[in-house]
């Protein structure tokens, strides 16, 4: 029948009547939707690079901090919050994303519909709408105040908040995962393991990477947490395991609440750096993601 539709000039693909109609005004409306999310995301970009790419040198991403009534912009650098930001960051990522894409797996591939499955969904749900500042006090009072400031107590707190996310970036991906390629490799013989691993999860990667690079972007620039568990140094700190460090969010927060026009243009340079840096570790994570799935296939 298709084939004789075909011949006869009839498109049996494209909708008729009201279903034409309808499906044009959805896709306006998605279209419409798409662009007033774009415009203030372009807006923000816009400004961020207007005001802080004139201050981007190589002098400015490798020299230390300076007090923030000195007016020149051109003078100091941010050396210490850009290490401080990517050593931070790091150790939460290798905290929260193995330990979500973890959760997430039992949610999905052993949980079930088990108490202990049940309380971990419901426990995600609960972090994930959790303000940071309270969890950054949260740390503070169990961390902090026992063993001191550190970029350790505030990779927990960044931690604690990509964690939720990632399990359930991660168990959304999982369960678009056709249940098909399960059932042959249980009839190959294939253990629940080795399924999971060797065919769940690859089938599944380039979603969850799409997640982990969501938490990453929001705990890349966190400033509440920070504030209560590194504090704001103007030294560079490499031990992330003991003493006050500092990062581009709280250098950000310092420098912008100054009324110094030096200070401000500082905070615009540091807001674009950290920008910068997300993007580069999208990139990167994007290629990775495409050379792994091309392996597995």
Excluded at 155 to 165: H, I, R, Y
Aim: hydrophobic letters at 55%; proline letters at 6%.
């Amino acid at each position: 029948m298709a084939v004789i539709a075909g011949q006869q000039g009839i498109d049996l693909r494209e909708p008729k009547g009201w279903r034409r109609t309808s499906n044009r005004i959805a896709t306006f409306l998605m279209v419409l939707a798409f662009v007033l999310v774009i415009i203030p995301l372009g807006f923000v970009l816009f400004t961020v690079i207007a005001k802080g790419a004139s201050i981007i040198s190589w002098q400015f991403l490798t020299g230390q901090p300076i007090p923030p009534n000195v007016e020149p912009a051109g003078v100091g650098g941010l050396w210490p919050a850009v290490l401080g930001t990517i050593e931070i960051t790091a150790l939460a990522t290798l905290f929260a994303v193995p330990l979500g894409i973890l959760g997430a797996v039992y949610l999905n591939e052993y949980g079930g519909r088990g108490w202990l499955a049940a309380l971990i969904g419901f426990m995600s749900d609960v972090m994930t709408g959790v303000p940071s500042i309270v969890m950054g006090l949260f740390i503070f009072s169990i961390w902090v105040l026992h063993f001191g400031y550190s970029g350790l107590a505030g990779a927990f707190a960044l931690g604690c908040l990509m964690l939720p996310v990632v399990i359930r970036s991660t168990d959304e991906m999982l369960k678009l995962v056709p249940n098909s390629l399960r059932e042959g490799s249980y009839a190959l013989g294939a253990t629940k393991a080795r399924v999971t691993v060797t065919v769940v999860l690859p089938a599944a990667i380039g979603g969850i990477v799409s997640g982990a690079l969501l938490a990453v972007a929001r705990a890349a620039g966190e400033t509440a947490p920070l504030l209560f568990t590194i504090l704001t140094v103007t030294t560079a700190n490499p031990n992330v395991f003991s003493g006050p460090t500092t990062s581009l969010p709280s250098q950000i927060f310092s420098n912008a609440t100054q009324p110094y026009t030096g200070a401000q243009d500082r905070a615009w340079g540091a807001a674009l750096t950290l920008i910068a840096i997300c993007f580069i570790l999208m990139i990167a994570a994007r290629i990775v993601t495409a050379r792994f799935s091309r392996y597995s296939r």
